[in-house]
């Protein structure tokens, strides 16, 4: 536990979102605000990449202005990675360089923003009071569009991009609708989530509107036989079908749909294309005319469009980072624990990042209907809060107004040093 005025480190990590620039502004303005105890917030570029190359960003040289417009900024002010620390034992040279800028430039808090892999990577730098005999303390900021994270109801970054989805599909459903007679009568949506299925079950909301849609989730091992058959019922009812697939849908086998044979920094399967596989599917089977989207950047870059609830809790999550911090708490994650659905009400709670690192929060069954395709009352009411409000940023000639921060380098102490 830090017992004196002392600097932090503020990094962020893996995909980025619409709000994640959001709790960097929690983070920044709750410890300007706290300037008894924190000194200087130092950002690391590209994550934890800036920490060990000693690639720090000096956020006291940003206006109060420019730091309050990352509440409205998409994407990654400081820049991310993708860069996971193995253990102590299987790499200590990397930590023991940690351990030396961060006494170089007297930091003693380590905030650091992301998904499953970030949480990991806050942990074992928790672990480095006692390991390594240096006092710091770690506090994780939950980020991720895949909803994934355990114990917190949900995390920030996941309600744009359900409202994204939600609003895409309906809005395209609607197209695909107007042209079925003649045309098009297939419209299929790819979406991100490799093991769970959050932002796809967001498609499922449309069929509140009045749209015949089936959503292909990673926690249902998809049948094809199942699957063309029930397109076919529901374009013969309807005159036309919209399909909403998780990239991390998978055969029983578990090769996925979407996987192309190669691996990402983290080691993960590199996936991308389940929806010209779903589309092709169908029209081999039907000879239905179709029409196929892959979100990608566009569902998480979406701030024009975010949930004010989103913003909202990545603002507060950041903010609570801080708190638990300057309160003494080490190895600890702020979460979001629900009160009620309707109307809708919550906490910021805390969880233990042992308990955090490393575990995925799948969709519960009771949220998926029996026959794989469709989300049920249960996970409407889960998804409608997360997307409830508009916090649109500031146009000026027809376009959002982002901020770009100047990002002045802190002078470095120390001999370079090379990633391997």
Same mark, same amino acid.
């Given at each position: 536990m830090a017992t004196k005025k002392r600097n932090a480190f503020y990094a962020q990590s893996g995909g980025v979102t619409a709000v994640i620039n959001a709790s960097a502004c929690g983070v920044i303005e709750t410890a300007r605000a706290n300037k008894a105890k924190i000194g200087k917030v130092y950002a690391g570029r590209n994550g934890i990449i800036g920490a060990l190359t000693e690639d720090l960003i000096d956020t006291s040289k940003e206006s109060a202005s420019a730091i309050a417009a990352l509440r409205s900024t998409p994407s990654g002010a400081f820049g991310s990675c993708r860069f996971k620390l193995k253990s102590l034992e299987a790499n200590k040279r990397e930590y023991e360089r940690l351990i030396e800028v961060f006494?170089?430039?007297?930091?003693?808090?380590?905030?650091?923003?992301?998904?499953?892999?970030?949480?990991?990577?806050?942990?074992?730098?928790?672990?480095?009071?006692?390991?390594?005999?240096?006092?710091?303390?770690?506090?994780?900021?939950?980020?991720?569009v895949d909803n994934d994270l355990p114990i917190t109801d949900c995390c920030p970054g996941f309600g744009s991009v359900a409202k994204y989805v939600a609003v895409s599909a309906l809005e395209a459903s609607f197209d695909v609708r107007s042209m079925a007679k003649t045309s098009t009568k297939v419209f299929v949506m790819e979406v991100m989530g490799r093991h769970a299925g959050w932002i796809a079950a967001a498609g499922g909301l449309i069929e509140d509107h009045g749209i015949p849609v089936i959503v292909l989730f990673p926690e249902v091992v998809f049948d094809e036989k199942k699957f063309l058959a029930r397109a076919k019922t529901l374009v013969e009812k309807h005159g036309y079908v919209t399909v909403v697939v998780s990239e991390g849908c998978h055969y029983a086998d578990g090769k996925f749909l979407a996987e192309q044979g190669t691996r990402d920094a983290f080691g993960h399967a590199q996936l991308g294309?389940?929806?010209?596989?779903?589309?092709?599917?169908?029209?081999?089977?039907?000879?239905?005319? =179709?029409?196929?989207? #892959?979100?990608? +950047?566009?569902?998480?870059?979406?701030?024009?469009? %975010?949930? &004010?609830?989103?913003?909202?809790?990545?603002?507060?999550?950041?903010?609570?980072?801080?708190?638990?911090?300057?309160?003494?708490?080490?190895?600890?994650?702020?979460?979001?624990?629900?009160?009620?659905?309707?109307?809708?009400?919550?906490?910021?709670?805390?969880?233990?990042?042992?308990?955090?690192?490393?575990?995925?929060?799948?969709?519960?069954?009771?949220?998926?209907?029996?026959?794989?395709?469709?989300?049920?009352?249960?996970?409407?009411?889960?998804?409608?809060?997360?997307?409830?409000?508009?916090?649109?940023?500031? =146009?000026?000639?027809? #376009?959002?107004? +982002?901020?770009?921060?100047?990002?002045?380098?802190? %002078?470095? &102490?120390?001999?370079?040093?090379?990633?391997?």
């Amino acid at each position: 536990m830090a017992t004196k005025k002392r600097n932090a480190f503020y990094a962020q990590s893996g995909g980025v979102t619409a709000v994640i620039n959001a709790s960097a502004c929690g983070v920044i303005e709750t410890a300007r605000a706290n300037k008894a105890k924190i000194g200087k917030v130092y950002a690391g570029r590209n994550g934890i990449i800036g920490a060990l190359t000693e690639d720090l960003i000096d956020t006291s040289k940003e206006s109060a202005s420019a730091i309050a417009a990352l509440r409205s900024t998409p994407s990654g002010a400081f820049g991310s990675c993708r860069f996971k620390l193995k253990s102590l034992e299987a790499n200590k040279r990397e930590y023991e360089r940690l351990i030396e800028v961060f006494k170089a430039h007297d930091i003693g808090y380590f905030f650091y923003n992301g998904g499953g892999d970030s949480a990991d990577t806050c942990y074992k730098v928790s672990q480095l009071s006692e390991a390594m005999g240096y006092p710091i303390q770690a506090i994780h900021v939950p980020k991720t569009v895949d909803n994934d994270l355990p114990i917190t109801d949900c995390c920030p970054g996941f309600g744009s991009v359900a409202k994204y989805v939600a609003v895409s599909a309906l809005e395209a459903s609607f197209d695909v609708r107007s042209m079925a007679k003649t045309s098009t009568k297939v419209f299929v949506m790819e979406v991100m989530g490799r093991h769970a299925g959050w932002i796809a079950a967001a498609g499922g909301l449309i069929e509140d509107h009045g749209i015949p849609v089936i959503v292909l989730f990673p926690e249902v091992v998809f049948d094809e036989k199942k699957f063309l058959a029930r397109a076919k019922t529901l374009v013969e009812k309807h005159g036309y079908v919209t399909v909403v697939v998780s990239e991390g849908c998978h055969y029983a086998d578990g090769k996925f749909l979407a996987e192309q044979g190669t691996r990402d920094a983290f080691g993960h399967a590199q996936l991308g294309g389940a929806a010209p596989v779903v589309a092709n599917m169908i029209k081999q089977a039907h000879g239905y005319k =179709f029409h196929w989207a #892959v979100a990608d +950047y566009l569902q998480r870059a979406a701030r024009h469009i %975010a949930s &004010k609830t989103d913003v909202k809790q990545a603002y507060e999550l950041g903010q609570a980072a801080v708190k638990l911090a300057l309160k003494g708490h080490n190895a600890v994650m702020p979460t979001v624990d629900r009160i009620s659905d309707k109307p809708y009400k919550y906490k910021i709670g805390m969880a233990q990042l042992s308990k955090v690192a490393n575990v995925e929060k799948f969709m519960p069954r009771d949220f998926i209907t029996p026959d794989g395709f469709g989300i049920t009352p249960k996970c409407k009411r889960y998804l409608l809060p997360l997307i409830q409000g508009e916090d649109y940023p500031r =146009f000026k000639d027809g #376009v959002p107004v +982002y901020v770009t921060l100047k990002n002045v380098p802190v %002078a470095k &102490k120390l001999p370079a040093f090379e990633l391997k």
